[in-house]
């Protein structure tokens, strides 16, 4: 008799326990799909957004930026498709790709001279020139945008961030470490220039580890060796603030 009640008051724990779990998985069910509605009055929302700012996001950067942000808030990539609304309305998959085209073809320009290092400020420089005065105006943000959708190529393409706010464009397949940027930091402090003494000084690194660090960045052609001075001097011309302009 005791083992019957024991059964049925096990039976009615199981039924309990099935039923929480339903009405759990029903609340579940039910913040999903109200999360998903307001996700789709938010995309609807922006969608009318940018329909009545489209001058403003095609022609002002800053507020190109602006709408950006707010898409990626809600999960939206204007610039995943060519084609669908925000092509169609905006034309920003176009605009970020052919941007990237001409990205890509400055840096393997410079390249041989750089190494395939380029400070943002100079890529901007040369973008400008090169889409002329008449072109829809851009921002280091586009940039770096469509540097990011570049990375599916693979990892040619990176942004680097040194001392003073200052950022560099990576465009050579090969991965540089901690050391690798440290050494560009230094050098962007000191004229885009290194010396061993200079490492040892302010690093406080080893012979070896200057001498790895320093046959890695030559053998990437990222910096030029001046023997002219009493000490061998290592340069950076990405770093190089007055690069001409051809």
């Known amino acids: 008799m005791r083992r019957g009640i024991g059964i049925q008051a096990a ?3 199981t039924q309990t326990q099935k039923q929480l779990q339903n009405v759990s998985e029903q609340l579940n ?4 799909n109200k999360i998903k509605e307001q996700l789709l009055v938010f995309k609807e929302n922006l969608e009318i957004f ?32 060519n084609k669908g609304f925000w092509c169609q309305v905006l034309g920003v998959g176009d605009f970020y790709y052919t ?19 380029m400070e943002m400020d100079t890529l901007a420089e040369h973008l400008r020139k090169l889409r002329g005065k008449n072109s829809q105006e851009i921002s ?43 050494i560009i930091i230094l050098a962007q402090d000191n004229n885009a220039s290194i010396t061993q003494s200079l490492v040892i000084s302010k690093l406080k690194w080893s012979g070896e580890r200057i001498n790895n660090v320093i046959n890695f960045l030559l053998q990437e052609s990222m910096i030029w060796v ?13 770093l190089w603030s007055n690069f001409s302009f051809e």
């Open 50 to 81: 940018a329909t009545k700012h489209k001058k403003d996001i095609i022609k002002n950067p800053e507020f190109r930026k602006y709408f950006q942000d707010m898409c990626n808030m809600i999960g939206v990539d204007p610039l995943a498709s």
């Open 140 to 182: 280091c943000d586009d940039i770096e945008c469509s540097i990011s959708k570049l990375k599916v190529l693979g990892n040619g393409f990176n942004i680097i961030k040194v001392s003073g706010g200052k950022k560099l464009v990576q465009s050579v397949p090969c991965e540089l470490n901690k050391d690798h940027t440290d």
């Open 99 to 117: 941007l990237g085209v001409q990205i890509i073809e400055i840096c393997l320009k410079y390249r041989s001279s750089n190494g395939g290092l």
């Open 11 to 13: 039976q009615k724990q």
């Open 226 to 238: 001046d023997e002219q001075s009493i000490e061998t001097i290592y340069w950076f011309p990405s």
């Open 29 to 32: 069910t039910e913040n999903i």
